[in-house]
């Protein structure tokens, strides 16, 4: 699996667009829109290195978006899905919250509902306790 930032994303793109158009090169395994970049993870290497090669650039309602590797850490991380969160919720009132537990490594809050990254397991199990 590959993480693929996409940044400058117009308003307009839609969660199921974006799936649709990495889908050309592979299997979409998550597809995440956060304002205006977004994230998706892609089932192999090749598959993301032609999506790049391709998409890097390409005009979408009129804005060249970028694609890229993510810049991910590279620790390994126990990923948690928030659910039911309050529009006036910040990501850093969010991550604020889950680093009473532990580390957190990323944060990302997408409409109702965010993920978490976690840099250890047994954070994360109290976490959600």
């Given at each position: 699996?590959?993480?693929?930032?996409?940044?400058?994303?117009?308003?307009?793109?839609?969660?199921?667009?974006?799936?649709?158009?990495?889908?050309?090169?592979?299997?979409?395994?998550?597809?995440?829109?956060?304002?205006?970049?977004?994230?998706?993870?892609?089932?192999?290497?090749?598959?993301?290195?032609?999506?790049?090669?391709?998409?890097?650039?390409?005009?979408?309602?009129?804005?060249?978006?970028?694609?890229?590797?993510?810049?991910?850490?590279?620790?390994?991380?126990?990923?948690?899905?928030?659910?039911?969160?309050?529009?006036?919720?910040?990501?850093?009132?969010?991550?604020?919250?889950?680093?009473?537990?532990?580390?957190?490594?990323?944060?990302?809050?997408?409409?109702?509902?965010?993920?978490?990254?976690?840099?250890?397991?047994?954070?994360a199990v109290e976490a959600?306790?």
């Amino acid at each position: 699996m590959v993480k693929l930032f996409i940044g400058n994303l117009p308003r307009e793109a839609t969660e199921q667009e974006i799936r649709s158009l990495f889908e050309q090169y592979g299997k979409v395994l998550e597809c995440d829109i956060i304002k205006n970049y977004g994230f998706v993870h892609i089932e192999d290497k090749t598959a993301a290195e032609d999506a790049i090669r391709n998409l890097h650039h390409h005009k979408l309602h009129g804005v060249c978006i970028n694609v890229e590797a993510s810049k991910n850490k590279s620790k390994a991380s126990t990923k948690l899905h928030v659910g039911n969160i309050s529009p006036a919720c910040t990501n850093l009132e969010l991550r604020a919250k889950f680093e009473e537990y532990g580390p957190v490594i990323e944060c990302d809050i997408v409409k109702d509902y965010a993920f978490v990254h976690m840099e250890r397991a047994e954070d994360a199990v109290e976490a959600i306790r």
